[in-house]
Nanobody, 121 residues
């Protein structure tokens, strides 16, 4: 069974920084893309940043130049370094990954439990 465990959320003042981590554990053969999503109260979940297995990154426009996504393939971990945080960044942040548990299993979606990020003005 594969699990994604997030850490690093919390309360920070506007302009501050936080670093989120997400570690995949269990029976893992291969990990494709790893992503961070977020969901604010009353809003739909939205993709924040993605890093492919080859290291290509993509960001939503509102976080470009402020957030950095990276991954450690040896540790099956993805990070989200967030700088210059704004109150509108307040949300529950979810880790997501496409993971194959075996050579012939195919890639499946896995989600973390979410971690709260609150930015005060």
């Amino acid at each position: 069974q594969v699990q994604l465990l997030e850490s690093g959320g919390g309360l920070v003042q506007a302009g501050g920084s936080l670093r989120l981590s997400c570690a995949a554990s269990g029976t893992i053969f291969s990990i494709n893309a790893m992503d961070w999503y977020r969901q604010a109260p009353g809003k739909q979940r939205e993709l924040v940043a993605q890093v492919t297995s080859g290291g290509t990154t993509n960001y939503r426009d509102s976080v470009k130049d402020r957030f950095i996504i990276s991954r450690d393939n040896a540790e099956n971990t993805v990070y989200l370094q967030m700088h210059s945080l704004k109150p509108e960044d307040t949300a529950v942040y979810y880790c997501h990954a496409y993971i194959a548990y075996g050579r012939w299993s195919g890639f499946q979606d896995y989600w973390g439990q979410g971690t709260q990020v609150t930015v005060s003005s």
